[in-house]
């Protein structure tokens, strides 16, 4: 079975469909603060005509609860992915998929990411082209099914999924021209070498 891929951080139609195009799985769109950010009404226009297939998901950043709902009522995603300790707050909908995140930092709580279903694990900061530990992210990966974030691009999302054996793989900055701006060759170019393994 292939690898999980998700674009993270589409802000135009062009993006969308290159992603779509190339054969991404997953679309996040960003409400947190970030060059990256848009409004759930615009999400919800990016999304029209969306195959039903590709995984609509909300990316949010300690949202407070009348955010969330504001998102959750307007764009309707398939997928929440926020910090694992937001979803204490937050009144989700049972048919939305919880996306927790999880930092590589020191003090990370394994066995709390071991039990969950699915899991994002990425590098300390978002979005900022860092790395996260593969070495960590492999033995998460051996015990639940793990999205893979943190400083991937086309030219080393192949080694992270051959070392790591992740469920999934999550970029944003990797397919950038400049921050906040995705390449739509590098779109492709991603989903090809993720796919490819």
């Given at each position: 079975m292939s690898v999980f891929v998700k674009i993270c951080g589409c802000r135009?139609?062009?993006?969308?469909?290159?992603?779509?195009?190339a054969g991404a799985d997953g679309l996040g769109f960003v409400f947190a603060p970030s060059p990256r950010q848009v409004t759930a009404e615009r999400a919800r226009e990016l999304c029209d005509g969306l195959p039903a297939h590709v995984q609509r998901i909300a990316v949010m950043h300690h949202p407070?609860?009348?955010?969330?709902q504001a998102v959750q009522s307007?764009?309707?995603?398939?997928?929440?992915?926020t910090?694992?300790?937001d979803f204490v707050g937050l009144s989700v909908d049972p048919a939305i998929?919880?996306?927790?995140?999880?930092r590589d930092m020191d003090g990370l709580d394994e066995?709390?990411?071991?039990v969950q279903p699915l899991a994002l694990f990425e590098a300390g900061a978002s979005g900022q082209g860092q790395l996260a530990?593969?070495?960590?992210?492999?033995?998460?990966?051996?015990?639940?099914?793990?999205?893979?974030?943190?400083?991937l691009n086309p030219d080393n999302v192949a080694a992270a999924i051959s070392q790591v054996q992740p469920w999934g793989v999550d970029v944003s900055s990797g397919v950038e021209r400049q921050r906040g701006v995705k390449d739509l060759a590098l779109i492709k170019a991603f989903v090809a070498a993720a796919k490819a393994e």
């Open positions: 135009t139609r062009e993006q969308v469909e290159a992603a779509v195009e407070e609860a009348a955010e969330w307007v764009f309707r995603p398939d997928w929440l992915q910090d694992a300790d998929r919880d996306l927790p995140v999880y066995e709390a990411v071991a530990d593969w070495e960590r992210a492999a033995r998460l990966a051996a015990r639940t099914d793990l999205i893979l974030a943190g400083g």
